[in-house]
Nanobody
Framework: QVQLVESGGGLVQAGGSLRLSCAVSGIIVRGNAMGWYRQAPGKQRELVALISSGGTTNYVDSVKGRFTISRDNAKNTVYLQMNSLKPDDTAVYFC?????????WGQGTQVTVSS
């Protein structure tokens, strides 16, 4: 059974930083492309960062240069370091497979950036 448990969100002022964590069970993160998604109120969920099984990373333009995705294979955990946060980054953040997401999403972690 796959479990995705996100944590690390919170309230931060614009320009601040947060580090999100996603503890994964039932999926071997090093063998799969994993991604961080976000869903802002009234908007569709979007993939903002991914890390391939080979370690290649890719980002949506709006977060390039500010967000960094990484993984710890020993802990089977995926991270998202978020710097220079902007109010537009306010959303619930989720992790999941980057290709075809697993159907049961985790609860996500709320990130709120105040101006």
């Amino acid at each position: 059974q796959v479990q995705l448990v996100e944590s690390g969100g919170g309230l931060v002022q614009a320009g601040g930083s947060l580090r999100l964590s996603c503890a994964v069970s039932g999926i071997i993160v090093r063998g799969n492309a994993m991604g961080w998604y976000r869903q802002a109120p009234g908007k569709q969920r979007e993939l903002v960062a991914l890390i391939s099984s080979g370690g290649t990373t890719n980002y949506v333009d709006s977060v390039k240069g500010r967000f960094t995705i990484s993984r710890d294979n020993a802990k089977n955990t995926v991270y998202l370091q978020m710097n220079s946060l902007k109010p537009d980054d306010t959303a619930v953040y989720f992790c999941n497979l980057a290709g075809v997401p697993y159907s049961d999403w985790g609860q996500g972690t709320q990130v709120t950036v105040s101006s």
